[in-house]
């Protein structure tokens, strides 16, 4: 069981890290792109095509580097990668969609806090507009697009948190948890993992059903 909820968490973490990395594209509010392709639409949201694959590719290069040789066309059909991604970048539309109309927002003071105690824009413990400035530069981002990228990633954070407070590990949970301490702490770390993904999943869920939801697969086969 340990092996396989490791193994659940692992594929987790990485289609997390892919979507993540799509907000730098994605701007705040309606995406107007009139003679784009849409993969998916969720209400007046669109998710296009171009957007999709770069996900995808982001995907398949994670990935790579971390299975190496092991990642091949079978480990990817066993993946599911093309529908994964699909379902990881809408669900993420509807968390973010379902924050704004619930009005959780993200303060400039937030987003500062966290930009100016970025280690990456840190020399010597310090924060250094310079350093940041040319980060973005290398990286073809302006400070607009990379700020609100990090809004976004904040926000769903949020919200995030709050539908996890609802999940809590119980003494049911842990009745056939043994072992030694680190190994019961791994057991509980990888419980709480589980049950907030149900919990979030369960939320999603619920929202799509009161959406208006265009998948279209089509454009991606």
């Known amino acids: 069981m340990l092996r396989a909820m490791r193994k659940h968490a692992k594929y987790f973490y990485v289609l997390f890290f892919i979507v993540i990395l799509t907000f730098i594209f994605w701007g705040v509010g309606t995406v107007d792109q009139p003679t784009?392709?849409?993969?998916?639409?969720?209400?007046?949201?669109?998710?296009?095509?171009?957007?999709y694959w770069r996900a995808y590719e982001r995907a398949r290069q994670a990935y790579r580097?971390?299975?190496?040789?092991?990642?091949?066309?079978?480990?990817?059909?066993k993946l599911q990668l093309k529908e994964s991604?699909?379902?990881s970048l809408v669900d993420e539309r509807v968390l973010l969609i379902s924050a704004r109309e619930s009005g959780l927002t993200v303060s400039d003071k937030e987003l500062h806090d966290v930009i100016i105690n970025d280690p990456r824009?840190?020399?010597?413990?310090?924060?250094?507009?310079?350093?940041?400035?040319?980060?973005?530069e290398l990286n073809r981002l302006t400070p607009e697009m990379f700020e609100n990228s990090m809004r976004l990633q904040l926000t769903e954070l949020?919200?995030?948190r709050l539908i996890w407070s609802s999940a809590d590990i119980n003494q049911l949970d842990l009745k056939d948890v043994s072992g030694d301490d680190k190994k019961v702490n791994e057991l509980k770390q990888l419980i709480l993992f589980d049950k907030r993904n149900t919990v979030l999943k369960s939320y999603i869920d619920s929202i799509?059903?009161?959406?208006n939801l265009k998948i279209n697969k089509d454009v991606i086969s």
């Open 121 to 136: 824009f840190m020399r010597d413990g310090v924060f250094r507009k310079d350093v940041y400035f040319r980060t973005l």
């Open 158 to 160: 949020k919200i995030k």
């Open 85 to 87: 991604i699909l379902n």
């Open 208 to 211: 799509k059903q009161r959406m």
């Open 65 to 77: 580097e971390l299975y190496k040789d092991k990642f091949d066309e079978e480990m990817e059909k």
């Open 36 to 51: 784009s392709v849409s993969v998916a639409e969720i209400g007046n949201e669109k998710i296009t095509v171009e957007e």
